[in-house]
Each structure stands twice: as structure tokens, then as C-alpha cells.
């Protein structure tokens, strides 16, 4: 019994023994590196959008007869057979072409997988993947000057700009592109089409705000890219929206006093002046086609107000006035009558007593306009006047003090005596002296020139 387990720890030993040196072999001999592999079937590129095309290329392990298929994300497959007379050789296709190669369309959003198959076994495999996705951003400019802008008033041309680019590969879509189509949406919803622009390369919309356009506030447009594939983007404009306002009326003022007929830059108490303005619709680089034109009252239903005051004019209140930091008041307000010509508009101011004015401040003559558009376009400007002491042409009156014309003759001769005898009295004797000798030369010159010559 004894010589029996002896026996069996012997033979324990011996493989424990066996096992230490078959891990101590393992641990010295150098790894045996692996080759990588050949990849039998590659489809470039891998990423596509819908209606491009990808290149199937196969490397074939040995000779023999082989096909190359292609099996949409339906499930339909198309296939392409092929022999190989050697191992190595390859065979390429493409796929996407409806008339050549695989003779099928990437027509499908999905994983398009590719296998290389031999008597009804797959051999190698691969795969593409295809998407419909339009990567879309915009800028605004306006018209003429073609400016980045946030927003414009009325009369200004706006051209919405769309870049338009394949989600896959970031190429541009043009007006190349088959089937292309780029809508968006106007301020009031409606949806308009944007065109290619050669100078720029871009699609561009275009909205033009006509003088009584009515959609005015914040715009944030939308647009919906197609093209005859099936690839598409929805796209919202996501930075600050674009704000739209009224127009501000452009004014110019004249006072011309009504009896000299001249124009004035002062007033005084009692006179009589004419107030002409003109007003008419701004200009810009590009304005929208019939937006500049005078204001008047058949077409554009203006009104315009000349409103006489003094000291601050409070642009929220439309008035004169409005706090003891900011004094004013309102002295006339006048109704101011359309010419019929020209954006000139007319009212009288006559005979008012005027206040008298704080320091610091001055009258002035504020016109406001609208026209009927909603909601309206508006036009302000403040003419400041100076306190005149009296109407143009009238005659003033200044006390002087006078003095009889005897006693002012006495009194300027007595003067002038005086200063010539303070004159000569500061003369001094050496000045006599030198006086006299001159004129001893000058005799003596005198003399000499005019001797008889022998």
C-alpha cells in the first residue's frame, strides 16, 4: 500500500515537472506574428447620398467563377457575375447606374451589403450606407450694397441666400442638380422660391418690402430642399431673427417769414410764418421698385403736423416737454395742408405771443408725418429757432444819450488841442537838435546842385 502511493507521487511530480517545462518553452519562444487578412470586396466610397454612385471592387482568393452582389435595405439584390483566372485578380463595378454595372440606383436610405460569392457560398462581404440628408444654412444681404444684415425697413430689398450641400461627402448642390427645387417661406407665411445665382453660386430668395407692406415684426424663415433622388432637408433659420419695420419718411423744413417772403432761423412774438416741408419715402443702393416717391394724401393717404413749442421734445410722447429735468411746452400746433406736388406740405403760424425762454433752451418747430400703410411709415424733424427781438422788417427803437452841436464841436476841438499840445510837449530837446542839423544839410545839398557848372 505504502509502495503504491510512492509510486503514484512519482509520477505526479514527473508531470508537474513536464508541465513547468512546457510553460517555460512557451514563455522563451518569440510570438509568431499574424499577416492581416486581404480584404475580399470593398465598396468606395462608403457613405453616399441618394442617386450617387459607389465603385465594388473584388480581389478574388483563387481562380474560379465568382459574382458580385448587392442587396438594397429592402432586400432586393442585384448581381454581377464574374471569372478569375488567377488568384488576386479583380473585378470592379459600379453600382448606382441604372444602365451600366450593377444596373440598379441607390434609391434607398439604409445599408446597402456587398458579398462575393462562389457556387452559392459568400466568399467576403462589405457594405455601404446611404442617407438623404441636405446640410442647409443661409445669410441675408440686402439689395445693391449685398451687405450681411439683421433685418430692414420698408423699401429695402431682401435676399434670403441658401447653401445647400450633400450630407455625405459636402459636395454643393447647383443648378446641375437634377430635379432641384428650394422654397421658403415670406414673413406672412406665404412660400416663395429661391433661384440660382451665378455671381454668387447660391440659391437665393428675394423679398421686397413695398411701402405699405404689413408683415412687419421678427422673421425667421424656413425652407424645404429637394431634388428628383429623393434627398431633402426641412430647414428653420435658427440665429436672431431678422426684424422688419416701418419705413422712416425723410423731411426737410423751411419757415419763411410771410412778410419779407425770406426764410427765417428766429422767431419773435407776433410774427407771421410760413412752415413748408417736403417729405418723401428714403432711397437706399437697391430700393424696391416704386417705394420712393413723395408723401401725399390720393395714394399714400399722408398727414403731416407742425407742432411750435420750446425746450425738450419727448420723441415717445410726440410733444414738448414732459419732466422738470426736461422742460418744454407746447406753444401751436398747426395742420399742415398736402401742395397737391412734390411731398410739400404747408401750414400758417401767425400773430402767438411767445413764452419767454429758460436758459439753456430754444423754440422749435417739430413735424410729424404718416401714410395710411399699417402700420404706418412715420417721418419726424425738429427744426430749432432762436429768440428774435423783433419780426423781420420792423423797425426798433434805441435810446441814446445826445449832446447839443456846439458844445460837442468845443468839447472834440478842446480835445484834439490838447492831445497835439501833449504831443509836442513830449518831444525831446535832443530830438530839436537832430531836427536842425537836417535841415542845414538839406540847405547845403540844395546849394551845391543847383551852382552854375563852367
Known amino acids: 500500500m505504502i509502495t503504491e502511493r510512492l509510486r503514484l507521487a512519482k509520477i505526479g511530480r514527473a508531470g508537474l515537472i513536464a508541465l513547468l517545462l512546457v510553460s517555460m518553452v512557451a514563455l522563451v519562444a518569440p510570438l509568431t506574428t499574424a499577416s492581416a487578412q486581404t480584404q475580399i470586396v470593398t465598396a468606395e466610397p462608403g457613405y453616399v447620398n441618394l442617386g ?14 465568382y459574382t458580385l452582389v448587392v442587396e438594397k435595405p429592402s432586400g432586393s439584390e442585384s448581381s454581377v457575375p464574374f471569372t478569375s483566372t488567377a488568384a488576386g485578380q479583380t473585378q470592379t463595378d459600379v453600382f448606382g447606374n441604372a444602365t451600366a454595372g450593377f444596373g440598379a440606383v441607390v434609391d434607398q436610405v439604409g445599408t446597402y451589403n456587398v458579398f462575393v460569392t462562389q457556387g452559392g457560398q459568400t466568399v467576403g462581404s462589405s457594405s455601404f450606407y446611404s442617407t438623404n440628408k441636405l446640410i442647409v444654412s443661409m445669410d441675408m444681404v440686402n439689395g445693391g450694397a449685398c451687405t450681411y444684415i439683421g433685418g430692414a425697413a420698408r423699401g429695402v430689398k431682401m435676399f434670403p441666400r441658401f447653401y445647400i450641400n450633400y450630407a455625405s461627402n459636402g459636395a454643393a ?14 414673413p406672412d407665411k406665404t412660400i416663395a422660391q429661391a433661384n440660382w445665382d451665378g455671381g454668387a453660386g447660391l440659391y437665393v430668395g428675394k423679398l421686397q418690402l413695398t411701402w405699405n407692406y404689413t408683415t412687419v415684426g421678427i422673421w425667421s424663415p424656413t425652407a424645404t430642399i429637394r431634388d428628383a433622388y429623393g434627398n431633402m432637408a426641412n430647414y428653420t433659420y435658427t440665429g436672431a431673427p431678422f426684424s422688419l419695420t416701418p ?24 410774427e407771421a410764418v410760413t412752415i413748408r416741408a417736403t417729405i418723401t419715402y428714403p432711397t ?5 421698385p416704386g417705394f420712393v416717391a413723395p408723401l401725399d394724401t390720393a395714394a399714400r393717404g399722408g398727414t403731416a403736423t407742425a407742432i411750435i413749442g420750446w425746450g425738450y421734445w419727448n420723441a415717445t410722447a410726440q410733444t414738448f416737454g414732459g419732466s422738470a429735468k426736461n422742460p418744454g411746452g407746447v406753444i401751436a400746433t398747426v395742420p399742415l395742408t398736402y401742395t397737391g406736388a412734390n411731398g410739400t406740405w404747408t401750414g400758417q403760424f401767425a400773430g402767438a405771443t411767445l413764452p419767454a425762454l ?8 417739430a413735424i410729424t408725418s404718416t401714410d395710411k400703410a399699417s402700420p404706418p411709415n412715420a417721418g419726424l424733424q425738429v427744426v430749432a429757432l432762436a429768440a428774435a427781438s423783433a419780426p423781420p422788417g420792423v423797425a426798433t427803437t434805441t435810446t441814446v444819450t ?11 476841438v ?41
Not at 247 to 270: E, F, H, R, W
Open 358 to 365: 429758460p436758459a439753456g433752451t430754444t423754440y422749435a418747430v
Open 414 to 454: 478842446s480835445m484834439v488841442t490838447s492831445t497835439l499840445s501833449q504831443v509836442v510837449e513830449s518831444i525831446p530837446t535832443i530830438a530839436y537838435a537832430g531836427m536842425a542839423i537836417i535841415l542845414i544839410l538839406g540847405l547845403i545839398i540844395g546849394m551845391l546842385v543847383r551852382m552854375p557848372r563852367k
Open 52 to 65: 450617387m454612385t459607389t465603385t465594388v471592387t473584388a480581389t478574388v482568393p483563387a481562380a474560379g467563377s
Open 247 to 270: 419705413a422712416t419718411l425723410a423731411t426737410s423744413v423751411q419757415l419763411i417769414d410771410n412778410k419779407t417772403d425770406l426764410p427765417v432761423a428766429a422767431i419773435a412774438s407776433g
Open 284 to 288: 437706399n443702393a437697391e430700393p424696391v
Open 402 to 412: 445826445s449832446t447839443s452841436i456846439s458844445s460837442a464841436v468845443s468839447t472834440t
Open 173 to 186: 448642390l447647383t443648378n446641375n442638380t437634377k430635379g432641384i427645387s428650394v422654397n421658403f417661406t415670406l
